[in-house]
């Protein structure tokens, strides 16, 4: 036994978890009677619980993954085409060509996550804009604007 009362034996068990795709936080791993040990004791269950880790480009909801593309104005009101690396390395190009307006989301269907419980499918992947505004624009330009949008 060393300074903690451990034995190398309790020490050096190395437990693997196998994790799927799709997993939704909160799913426990258990491995039964991995846990304490000791002559007078049964031992313990070692319990593990999945810990969502913030992705920097999707988040989830539920089987949908969720992602804000940026585009410009331009894009908002006469089309732009979204280039996408999904979580599994494929490049996927959506056409947005309806008109961008506050609270529109596109969803492409079949682009979320896997869902466990049914093999080969998945959730949605929905597109929210976040959609950047020039800071200024030249009277000339105004003036197109107005004639286009009249």
């Known amino acids: 036994m060393n300074e903690d009362g451990l034995t190398s034996s309790q020490r050096d068990k ?22 304490d040990q000791d002559p007078n004791r049964i031992p313990a269950d070692v319990v593990f619980m999945l810990k969502y880790h913030p992705h920097p480009r999707f988040e989830r909801s539920g089987n949908d993954l969720i992602h804000t593309a940026k585009i410009n104005l331009a894009g ?12 599994d390395g494929r490049i996927i190009s959506i056409p947005v060509n309806d008109v961008v307006y ?4 596109l969803k492409v269907a079949g682009e979320g996550m896997p869902i ?15 959609v950047a505004f020039p800071t200024s624009l030249p009277k000339s330009s105004k003036q197109l604007i107005r004639q286009a949008l009249a």
């Not at 908002?76 to 979580?87: D, M, N, P, R």
């Not at 506050?102 to 989301?105: H, I, L």
């Not at 466990?116 to 976040?130: A, C, E, N, Q, V």
């Open 116 to 130: 466990t419980k049914s093999p080969g499918t998945k959730g949605d992947l929905i597109l929210r804009f976040d």
């Open 102 to 105: 506050p609270g529109y989301e």
């Open 14 to 35: 190395i437990l693997t978890i196998n994790t799927k795709a799709g997993w939704k936080e909160g799913t426990k791993i258990t491995f039964a009677k991995e846990g």
């Open 76 to 87: 908002a009101l006469t089309g732009v085409i979204i280039e996408l690396s999904t979580l």
